[in-house]
Every structure is written in C-alpha cells, then in structure tokens.
C-alpha cells in the first residue's frame, strides 16, 4: 500500500528558503510523484513533478525558476526545495502521484498525507 508523508514545512519571511521532504513507501517499481499545495479559500494548484523512470521534471509557471523537484531513490524521499518564497507561495502542500504531465489536472491533484504548512510573510 502506497504511503506518503510529507514534513518540512514552516513560517519564513519573503525572499526565504525550505525543503519539503516527503517519505515514500509502498512503490514498487516506476512512478511518478508530484508537490501540490492549496491555500486558503483557493483551488489546488500542481507545483512540480517528477518522472522516477527518466527523472523529467514540470513545474507551474508560478513557481519556475524558485522551486526544485528531487528525489532520493536511496531512501526513497521526495523533496521540493523553495527558494526566493513569496507571500502567495502560502499553503499546505501536499506530495502525490502525478506526472510532468498532469500538473493542470485536477483529478490527480488528490490528498494522501497530512501535508506539510508553508507560511511566507511579507
């Protein structure tokens, strides 16, 4: 059974960095993960994706340039390292199984762990 659990969020000012680590259990063989996050009162946005198999990578427009999707096989760990955090960038994010691909796609965009909080101040 495929068990995600995400941690390393927390509250950081503008301009700021964190990791988001997200421990993965329960695959197998190939797969994909991805980073969505929410904010209050908003719609699930897709953040960043990884492909396992070729390790392609996708990232929202929003977040491009900021923000890096990894993983450590080894331990099997998802991570997203944020960087130049912005005050929109405030939301519980959650890791699930989603391609590159299927960033833009609301149904893959579904909770599995218990998220991680990110809060960003200006």
């Known amino acids: 059974q495929v068990r995600l659990v995400e941690s390393g969020g927390g509250s950081v000012q503008s301009g700021g960095s964190l990791r988001l680590s997200c421990e993965v259990s329960?695959?197998?063989?190939?797969?994909?993960l991805g980073w969505f996050r929410q904010a209050p009162g908003k719609e699930r946005e897709g953040v960043a994706a990884i492909d396992s198999d070729d390790g392609t990578t996708g990232y929202a427009d929003s977040v491009k340039g900021r923000f890096t999707i990894s993983q450590d096989k080894a331990d099997d760990t998802l991570y997203l390292q944020m960087n130049s955090l912005k005050p929109e960038d405030t939301g519980m994010y959650y890791c699930?199984?989603?391609?590159?691909?299927?960033?833009?796609?609301?149904?893959?965009?579904?909770?599995w762990g218990p998220g991680t909080l990110v809060n960003v101040s200006s």
């Open positions: 699930a199984p989603f391609c590159p691909t299927d960033l833009d796609v609301p149904r893959f965009l579904e909770i």
């Open positions: 329960g695959y197998t063989n190939k797969y994909c």
